[in-house]
């Protein structure tokens, strides 16, 4: 029988504490900059991580006369032996991913709520599972990564009031400087390259902080920032961290009022 600090040593051999600190990364605003200016890809959209991470399973292209049949590898479920896998479904599939390919390129679809409608057993709550269980391994990687910013307590330095919406950090760049910013941010980077844009406000209680802060300090915006932190978010259904759900009253009922109003 095995002795309880073998077992200790066991894990202890094995964790990866590097690992650990990358994805419990805190820093400074600053910092937080020089990381878009080496990744942009940390200021992606939902959508656009949504695709990407889609996509970076792999795609398998076959045609068939003039038609062309896209398997998408992410839905066989790879991480899980294929235990969740979607089979039969090619042009649902394909065309929930082209939905998700028009969003990402903001070509309008990013403002609409994307719902699955389908009979029962059809594999919709199968898919949103797959899409909720993927995001959350997506943003474990370093392909995956995004953060978000917290306000350090003004009496304590040691505490820092997260954000509940976890707000992208960029938005604390006043309006009339992000194009100037921006421009810094992507040059030299190609055409095809992925570029920032800074779209988008504060959330109400980011928005309330940062009003104080400037009041605190005399609109010096560059002594507001120092009271910012950021830290590498990491998305969790269990947690509710980026991923919401919606438990229905009745699961057989397919009526979608809860969600949308009553329509007149």
């Not at 006043?174 to 421009?183: C, G, L, T």
Request: hydrophobic share 35%; proline share 4%.
């Amino acid at each position: 029988m095995a002795r309880g600090s073998e077992i200790v040593s066991l894990v202890s051999d094995r964790q990866d504490r590097d690992q650990f600190r990358r994805k419990n990364w805190i820093g400074t605003f600053e910092q937080y900059l020089d990381i878009v200016a080496e990744n942009p890809l940390v200021t992606r959209t939902a959508y656009q991580r949504l695709y990407d991470m889609i996509l970076s399973y792999g795609v398998d292209v076959e045609e068939k006369g003039r038609e062309k049949h896209y398997r998408y590898r992410f839905f066989e479920d790879p991480d899980n032996a294929g235990r969740d896998a979607v089979f039969g479904l090619r042009k649902p599939l394909h065309n929930l991913v082209n939905a998700l390919k028009s969003a990402a390129h903001e070509y309008g679809i990013e403002k609409r709520v994307l719902l699955l409608h389908g009979p029962v057993g059809s594999s919709k709550s199968t898919i949103v599972r797959l899409l909720k269980q993927g995001l959350q391994r997506y943003s474990t990687t370093d392909d995956g990564a995004l953060y978000t910013l917290g306000w350090v307590d003004e009496e304590n330095p040691e505490e820092v009031h997260w954000c509940p919406m976890n707000e992208e950090p960029l938005h604390l760049i006043p309006m009339r400087f992000r194009p100037d910013v921006e421009a810094q941010l992507n040059a030299g980077r190609g055409e095809d390259d992925f570029k920032v844009r800074i779209r988008g406000e504060l959330d109400p209680f980011c928005r309330f902080m940062y009003h104080n802060r400037l009041k605190k300090y005399d609109g010096d915006w560059t002594r507001v920032v120092q009271d910012v932190r950021i830290k590498r978010l990491l998305l969790s259904e269990k947690d509710r961290i980026g991923i919401g759900t919606f438990q229905p009253k009745d699961e057989k009922n397919q009526d979608a009022t809860e969600l949308t109003g009553d329509i007149n």
